[in-house]
């Protein structure tokens, strides 16, 4: 028998060692995809799990205001830090008052003795809860959202909110 009869025997018939030799490749190659496989996954799962995170954590930025028995009943608090006014109602309600202007953006200033803000710019008007009293202002003041926790009043002022009109739902109470 010449090489190449042989040659061509062999690659028709395999012997038990080159069967093991292919399946051992085999399982190798399928080893290999697992792994990929494995690997591919978890990369999808951290990429979405990192995203719904970063879309639920907005960062806040807490401003400790006080204890809530510091601010008395229809009172108004400066806090130019924060760039708010700190407004307590008559029911205890809290509200942190942006301290711009809806009209142009001035400043506003609290006046005690009227109850009021008003503004230097155009003459803007707003009642304690930052509702318009007096135009060119077509809005309410913006607001900050207000948290209490163990008793000390805290104001997120990385999330100012915007509004037209003052409502109930926008004050925070203590427990
Ligand atoms: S900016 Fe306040 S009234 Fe115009």
Partial sequence: MNNRIK???????PTKSEISRRDFFGLIWKSLGVLVGIEVLGS???????AKNKSTTVAKQLLEAGPV?????NSVTAFMGGRFYLARLQDGGFIALSLRCTH????ISWEEK????????????FDINGEVLNPPAA???????????NGIVKVDIGN????NTFNKEQLTYAQ
């Avoid at 028995?69 to 009943?73: E, P």
């Avoid at 009227?114 to 008007?125: L, T």
């Avoid at 309410?140 to 948290?147: E, H, N, R, T």
């Avoid at 100012?160 to 509004?163: P, T």
């Fill in 7 to 13: 040659h061509q025997e062999e690659k028709d018939n």
């Fill in 44 to 50: 999808i799962t951290a990429f979405f799990y990192s």
């Fill in 69 to 73: 028995s510091s601010f008395g009943m």
């Fill in 104 to 107: 142009l953006g001035c400043a």
């Fill in 114 to 125: 009227r109850k009021r803000f008003i503004c230097p710019c155009h003459s803007s008007a």
């Fill in 139 to 149: 809005r309410a003041l913006d607001y900050y959202p207000v948290m209490i926790e």
């Fill in 160 to 163: 100012l909110k915007e509004r």
